[in-house]
Nanobody
Framework: QVQLVESGGGLVQAGGSLRLSCAAS???????????VGWFRQAPGKEREFVAA????????YYADSVRGRFTISRDNARNTAYLQMNSLKPEDTAVYSC??????????????WGQGTQVTVSS
C-alpha cells in the first residue's frame, strides 16, 4: 500500500506561481522510483481531468494541452516526492489537485493509488 500526501496549494493571483508536492509513504522503500506519477485536478461541478505525468526516471513527461508550457512535472526519487510547478496561473486552473501513481505507461489512465488532494485557487 502506498500513501500519497499533496501539499503546496493555496490562493494566488492570476499570473502567479505555485509548486505542489506529492510525498509518498508506506511500502515505498526502493519502489517509488518504479512508479509513474500523475497529477490530476477537479474543479467544482466538473469531472476530474488529467494534468501531467512523469515516468519512473523523470526522463519522459506528458502534459494536457491546457497546461503545456506553463506547468512542469518533476520528481526526486531519493525523497519519494514528485512536484508540479505551476506558472502563469489562470482562474480556470482553480481546482483540487491530486497526485496518483501506477506502474506502467506515462499516460492518463490506470492509476492505482491516489492522494486526498490540495486546493488551488487562482483569483482574477
Amino acid at each position: 500500500q502506498v500513501q500519497l500526501v499533496e501539499s503546496g496549494g493555496g490562493l494566488v493571483q492570476a499570473g502567479g506561481s505555485l509548486r505542489l508536492s506529492c510525498a509518498a509513504s508506506g511500502r515505498t522503500f526502493g519502489t517509488f522510483g518504479r512508479y509513474t506519477v500523475g497529477w490530476f485536478r477537479q474543479a467544482p461541478g466538473k469531472e476530474r481531468e488529467f494534468v501531467a505525468a512523469i515516468n519512473w526516471s523523470g526522463g519522459s513527461t506528458y502534459y494536457a494541452d491546457s497546461v503545456r508550457g506553463r506547468f512542469t512535472i518533476s520528481r526526486d526519487n531519493a525523497r519519494n516526492t514528485a512536484y508540479l510547478q505551476m506558472n502563469s496561473l489562470k482562474p480556470e486552473d482553480t481546482a483540487v489537485y491530486s497526485c496518483a501513481v501506477k506502474q506502467g505507461a506515462v499516460d492518463r489512465a490506470g492509476y492505482n493509488y491516489w492522494g486526498q488532494g490540495t486546493q488551488v485557487t487562482v483569483s482574477s
